[in-house]
């Protein structure tokens, strides 16, 4: 009798299973990085050093990110979108001294990894550059930013803070 029900649950339950998950692939891909909008205070290691915020423009197919540095006179704006042509995301990174970084990447298991290739002009000659966000249960994001300069062989951490959302009072 318990295996009877076992399996009735199971099939009864299957196509559930089947329609969530099936939904979950009909969630439009220009929504995967909603998690990040948001004003938001950014600490590495308990202290405050930055505070950006995210908002969406262009009929919700652009996310617009604006940092403003605590602790130097340093501010960007990027652009972030869902390019269904290439079915990645692209991102634009701009900042006050005039640097760029051009990155594409995808939404996996959580998180949002975009790469650049060799055409930026941040950092090191020939340097390629990985950031990833990810969502955190408790609604923080945490961002972790990452160079090499040998194909990918060894990684050097450049950023890693975590974005705690303001709230308004």
């Known amino acids: ?16 299973i089947s329609l969530s998950q099936e939904h979950d692939t009909i969630i439009s891909a220009n929504r995967q990085f909603d998690f990040w909008i948001g004003k938001w205070d950014v600490y590495t290691n308990d202290e405050l050093v930055g505070k950006n915020t995210i908002q969406l423009l262009q009929n919700g197919n652009i996310l617009q990110e604006n940092w403003i540095s605590e602790k130097e006179n340093f501010t960007g704006t990027s652009y972030s979108f869902y390019n ?35 055409d930026s002009n941040m950092g090191e000659p020939e340097s390629i550059h990985r950031i990833t966000w990810s969502a955190m249960p408790n609604g923080d994001v945490k961002q972790v930013w990452e160079s090499t300069v040998d194909q990918g062989k060894n990684w050097n951490l450049q950023f890693e803070g975590i974005y705690k959302k303001i709230t308004d009072e």
């Open 1 to 16: 009798m318990k295996t009877f029900l076992l399996y009735l649950c199971f099939f009864v339950s299957f196509p559930l």
């Open 84 to 118: 269904p042509k290439i079915k990645q995301w692209q991102q634009v990174w701009i900042d006050n001294s005039g640097s760029n970084l051009l990155l594409k990447g995808n939404f996996s298991n959580g998180r949002m990894i975009l790469i650049s290739d060799l």
